[in-house]
């Protein structure tokens, strides 16, 4: 469920997109977007395990992810003309943008007391802890990094549903895995609302 309720990520993304950059979207692309929220809200109410707790953190999750990309382009689109080469490098927007986001890093470390248990915890006297800690970071660096590089060859709307179709291979597997308990409804919701998502993509392609 959290899978296919990210689609109202999109939702929000083409919206943004078309208020703040004035990007018209075409019918297709409204009507799948149209699905996505039939998906959502049917996938709520059918749902076996609904809290509302986990729904508001992951709508909150939504709004933030649809703000950061809209604002992200918004940002590399107004530093372009402050250049001297009259672009922003990916190398560049991924350092300004790790970099901005050390101080609310290290200020949650400090407020949650992080700092004291990683120094005290056994698993950092592993080797294999920081062999998979660096491959994780590595990771994370290829991910920024290729997702400013997608970003600024594309828009946010695009942006946010390319990174939407792995919700079929995520949802199958959290539904093994993790034995997700499910009603014939909720079935049919997951499914349409993945449907939905592969809909998007062929409207943004057409």
């Known amino acids: 469920m959290v899978t296919i309720l990210k689609n109202v990520t999109n939702i929000m993304t083409a919206i943004g997109e078309f208020y703040i950059f004035r ?14 929220i039939i998906s959502a809200v049917s996938g709520g ?25 809209l604002t992200l382009r918004r940002v590399m689109d107004k530093a372009k003309p402050l250049t001297r080469s009259g672009s922003l490098s990916e190398f560049s927007m991924v350092l300004l943008n790790n970099l901005l986001s050390l101080p609310f890093a290290i200020f ?5 007391g992080e700092w004291d248990y990683v120094m005290t915890v056994d698993v950092v006297k592993l080797p294999m802890f920081w062999i998979f800690a660096t491959a994780s970071g590595f990771l994370g660096l290829a991910i920024s990094f290729t997702s400013m590089w ?14 939407s179709l792995n919700k079929i291979p995520i949802s199958i597997a959290g ?22 998502g592969i809909f998007f993509a062929m409207a943004k392609m057409s």
């Open 175 to 196: 539904i093994i895995v993790f034995k997700v308990p499910l009603s014939l409804p909720n079935s049919f919701s997951i499914l349409f609302g993945l449907f939905a």
């Open 108 to 112: 949650l470390i400090i407020l949650f």
């Open 23 to 36: 990007k018209h979207q075409n019918q297709k692309v409204w009507m799948a977007l149209f699905l996505m």
């Open 45 to 69: 109410i059918t749902d076996l395990s609904f809290d509302a707790t986990g729904y508001t953190w992951q709508i909150l999750n939504c709004v933030l992810t649809a703000s950061y990309s």
């Open 150 to 163: 997608f970003l600024h060859q594309t828009g946010p709307t695009t942006y946010s549903l390319v990174g």
